[in-house]
T-cell receptor, first 112, second 115 residues
Framework: AQSVTQLGSHVSVSEGALVLLRCNYS??????LFWYVQYPNQGLQLLLK??????LVKGINGFEAEFKKSETSFHLTKPSAHMSDAAEYFC??????????FGGGTRVLVKP | DAGVTQSPTHLIKTRGQQVTLRCSPK?????VSWYQQALGQGPQFIFQ???????QRGNFPDRFSGHQFPNYSSELNVNALLLGDSALYLC??????????????FGPGTRLTVT
């Protein structure tokens, strides 16, 4: 079975500050890992994904994530937060089978 | 290039009724997955359709059923609605039976409210 844990259901950052969202997963097979963003009353938009190869993955809107197998982590970062980054972020794992298993989400609030 | 579309956008139903939600996948995609997202939670996998058959199912009762048409579009049906079925229902599509590293593209969702 696969699972995802996102530490912190809410994160508050100041505009221009570092954004760090934590994600830990469990999987019995090498996983594919994803970060999605959801703006209010919208569906999910893919930020980035890890499949194989380079463990530091760059995505859209200045986000990046690093796959650390030894720590079973896939934390999402952005060096400088922007007001438009206020949204909910979901980490997801795809291991055995075709389904995505999501974490509970982290809501990001950006303060001016 | 049209993305994933879903209809209707919003829906209000009464307990015990039945509902049908519709999804058209992104052009070139042949696999459709459905997810339920309750308020304040992450999406939960309901099932996935490929080649007009249900290929994988999550932990949802038989009240939840689906269908995929030859043009790859899909329907989600929920019978005997319960208050707990109130949620955002998301459709996602992916290519090539959803295998491998292909990401799933999500539609805007259908907001179902059961009263």
């Amino acid at each position: 079975a696969q699972s995802v844990t996102q530490l912190g259901s809410h994160v508050s950052v100041s505009e221009g500050a570092l954004v760090l969202l934590r994600c830990n997963y469990s999987s019995s097979v090498p996983p594919y890992l994803f970060w999605y963003v959801q703006y209010p009353n919208q569906g999910l938009q893919l930020l980035l994904k890890y499949t194989t190869g380079a463990t530091l993955v760059k995505g859209i809107n200045g986000f990046e994530a690093e796959f650390k197998k030894s720590e079973t982590s896939f934390h999402l970062t952005k060096p400088s937060a922007h007001m438009s980054d206020a949204a909910e972020y979901f980490c997801a794992v795809k291991a055995a089978g075709n389904k995505l298993t999501f974490g509970g989400g982290t809501r990001v609030l950006v303060k001016p | 290039d049209a993305g994933v579309t879903q209809s209707p956008t919003h829906l209000i139903k009464t307990r015990g009724q039945q509902v049908t939600l519709r999804c058209s996948p992104k052009s070139g995609h042949d696999t459709v997955s459905w997810y339920q997202q309750a308020l304040g939670q992450g999406p939960q996998f309901i099932f996935q359709y490929y080649e007009e058959e249900e290929r994988q199912r999550g932990n949802f009762p038989d009240r939840f059923s689906g269908h995929q048409f030859p043009n790859y579009s899909s329907e989600l049906n929920v019978n005997a609605l319960l208050l707990g079925d109130s949620a955002l229902y998301l459709c996602a599509s992916s290519p090539l039976s959803g295998q491998g590293p292909y990401e799933q593209y999500f539609g805007p969702g259908t907001r179902l409210t059961v009263t």
